[in-house]
């Protein structure tokens, strides 16, 4: 191959640079302006000779001074596809529509629209919810569902609450605005697994304190559960449900570290770790191995508490491990008092790319087979059942508690009505909005007032939006809601309800053995209620490739 002689182009732009900065410098006695384009053009060479003599890219050694428009362009993609070039429609993550209505919402503006639906209304998976040609007239939408009742401290809580995200995760003025507005609406607060924090005090509104494998805000120095600082806790009025995670839909069978550098002495009270030193929550709990032995806890968690509502939160992985805890509490009697189930589609602040795109089953399929188990074992009259996955719209609490929820719950709503932007930044703790940032001087210009304000705005607006779908439905509450009620297209020239669309055991079917579906004929009679391992066959598939 002959070799190149002429100069090649991609040097222009250094060459340039380097020949501006001498001309300049000859020129400095002649003309006062000399100096600036002699310190821009030599600003540049020098920047061009570090691309160049550098060795850990290629390309910018290739390209001396050009290769960083590359890079400018690169940094600011996401955010010229959001405002330029995505259609409203399109949810990556959120689509515009889904902001725009929180946005509206959250300040109390007119949330219509004209000239029709955006929507491809014939294109598979479009969904709606039908009408009757007699509605109703509902007073208020302060739609509430009792959780416990078996216990003595039961509580009522919203059908639309604030999904865990932790102090640590959110900023401390994050933290007030949620808090402050879930105490003026009336709604819970889910605390994260960072556990309770200053922030969430102060304010007073309901929380659900969940608590994950860290047990932070009740640990011991080894990391190990304490009842005593449990009790502390878990015994305050404004304190309602414990929740135990088990997973959650962004990251499941994935644990996490809080880097040391940023245990703040905030961060360091509220989860009971010395200052300054990395914060782990490992993938798996220590206080136990077993179904029986967590639904054993769960009853401690109970006890200590004074007799306050005790759950958990999963993500649906391997279905003989769910089945797994289901039998556990056939065996023992011992029961849950509400389930939270988080699809795989939820958010997070930071988490692998193959964990948010590839792991955990996604809400709808989750949810359906967290109620069939429990209304075939005749058990889901006894469990309340929540759910959280994208839910932003009263069509979107509809559609889930049709699948068989009792309540939702949301994390990235609430976050857009505390103004967050989707910069997809939130793992990098630069913010622009000051929600998912410790950095005071993003955090602080956050407006705890203004914002607490959006928070109750838009659960307000979205309960009254569900309340005008219902009227309309011919329904008086959310609980009457089912399957019947949410249609799906499936193709051009086929319609079905969700009833006719997904499969709903017969309450007792499971244990009379007669379902009909795969998941259940082949992973529910193998399943064990005192181990999570898999059935003997599955573990004999693993050692070999001969299926």
Not at 92 to 120: C, H, M
Not at 208 to 227: A, H, Q, T
Request: charged share 20%; with cysteine; aromatic share 10%.
């Amino acid at each position: 191959m002959e070799k190149t002689t002429t100069f090649p182009l991609r040097y222009s732009a250094y060459i340039i640079s380097i020949t501006g900065f001498l001309v300049s410098l000859v020129l400095t006695p002649y003309f006062e302006t000399s100096y600036l384009f002699a310190g821009i053009f030599g600003a540049l060479a020098i920047l061009g000779t570090y691309d160049v003599l550098q060795k850990k890219h290629t390309v910018s050694r290739n390209y001396p001074i050009m290769v960083h428009f590359r890079y400018l362009f690169e940094s600011v993609g996401p955010e010229i596809r959001q405002y330029f070039i995505q259609s409203d429609t399109e949810e990556r993550p959120f689509s515009r529509e889904q902001r725009t209505i929180i946005y509206q919402r959250a300040k109390n503006i007119l949330d219509k629209r004209p000239f029709g639906s955006q929507l491809g209304m014939y294109e598979e998976g479009f969904e709606w919810i039908n009408h009757s040609l007699k509605p109703t007239k509902i007073q208020g939408s302060n739609f509430r569902v009792q959780i416990g009742s078996r216990c003595a401290k039961p509580y009522s809580a919203s059908v639309f609450n604030i999904s865990a995200m932790s102090f640590g995760s959110l900023s401390a003025n994050a933290i007030l605005s949620l808090n402050t507005g879930a105490n003026k609406g009336g709604f819970y607060h889910d605390t994260g697994e960072g556990s309770i924090s200053r922030y969430h005090r102060q304010p007073g509104g309901d929380l659900v304190w969940e608590i994950g494998s860290g047990y932070f805000g009740c640990r011991n120095k080894d990391g190990s559960f304490s009842p005593e600082r449990f009790t502390e806790n878990a015994t305050l009025d404004q304190v309602k449900m414990i929740e135990l995670k088990l997973s959650q839909g962004a990251k499941p069978g994935h644990g996490g570290i809080l880097p040391g550098a940023k245990v703040t002495p905030e961060i360091a009270e509220a989860r009971g770790v010395s200052i300054g030193e990395d914060c782990i929550s490992p993938a798996l709990h220590s206080a136990f191995s077993t179904p029986i032995e967590m639904l054993e806890f769960i009853d401690q968690l109970r006890e200590l508490s004074g007799g306050k509502p005790v759950g958990f939160k999963l993500a649906i992985g391997h279905p003989w491990e769910w089945f797994a805890i289901v039998k556990a509490m056939l065996e023992t009697g011992r029961k849950p008092d509400f389930i939270v189930v988080d699809g795989g589609e939820g958010g997070t602040g930071a988490a692998p790319l193959e964990f948010i795109n590839r792991i955990g089953t996604p809400m709808t399929e989750a949810l359906l087979l967290v109620h069939n188990t429990l209304v075939g074992t005749n058990l889901r009259e006894d469990i309340a059942i929540g759910a959280a996955g994208k839910v932003t719209s009263a069509f979107n609490i509809a559609r889930t508690l049709a699948l068989g929820a009792d309540w939702c719950n949301a994390a990235r709503g609430y976050m857009f009505s505390l103004g967050c932007i989707q910069a997809l930044n939130c793992h990098t703790g630069l913010c622009p909005s000051g929600v998912a940032t410790q950095d005071p001087s993003r955090s602080s210009k956050l407006d705890v007032e203004d914002k607490s304000q959006r928070v109750y705005n838009f659960h307000k607006n979205t309960l009254d939006a569900l309340q005008n779908l219902l009227e309309a439905s011919g329904l008086r509450h959310p609980s009457e809601l089912g399957p019947e009620h949410i249609m799906r297209r499936v193709s051009k020239t086929e319609v079905h309800a969700y009833l006719d669309l997904f499969p709903f055991l017969a309450p007792g079917s499971l244990l009379e053995g007669k379902t009909g579906l795969t998941v259940f004929d082949k992973y529910w009679a193998e399943s064990k209620p005192d181990s999570f391992d898999p059935p003997e066959f599955v573990q004999q598939l693993r050692e070999t490739k001969l299926r």
